[in-house]
């Protein structure tokens, strides 16, 4: 059996680099675990209210659409990273097209459903502004 020549051995990992692959690894899996759980209550949504009004619906669905593109930018960094990209450090500490999406389009979902709240919390409150105007400035 012929020996490896020491220099096409790869470098040793360092610690920190591991503690940050198993952090994206755990991050990557809860992600596509709470779009699992998104996608259920998209269909119990559709269930539920079949004969909501076209606007409600059309936010939900755009919703639901937005979180799974997310998750797709998600899943396919998690791809680059550990599947094509494995055992690049360099490679690993790139940023790439999902990270700086991600918060602008959560953020936006966000504040868009918590607007929808802050609406049905007014229409149920008896035209009361208080509370919606509280979930508004918390969301902001």
Do not use: H
Not at 93 to 118: D, E, M, N
């Amino acid at each position: 059996m012929p020996a490896v020549p020491v220099n096409a051995l790869p470098p040793a990992v360092p610690t920190a680099v591991l503690q940050m692959a198993e952090t994206l690894i755990m991050t990557y899996l809860l992600d596509v675990a709470l779009c699992g759980i998104l996608s259920v209550q998209t269909y119990f949504y559709y269930l539920a209210f079949p004969n909501d009004r076209w606007i409600n619906k059309t936010f939900v669905y755009a919703t639901y659409v937005l979180g799974l593109f997310l998750t797709g930018l998600v899943v396919y960094q998690a791809f680059i990273m550990f599947g094509s990209g494995f055992a690049d450090i360099i490679g690993a500490t790139k940023v790439r097209a999902g990270w700086p999406l991600a918060p602008v389009i959560g953020g936006f979902v966000g504040l868009s459903t918590q607007s929808l709240y802050a609406y049905r919390i007014y229409i149920l409150s008896n035209k009361s502004r208080i509370i919606p105007c509280i979930v508004l400035v918390a969301s902001i």
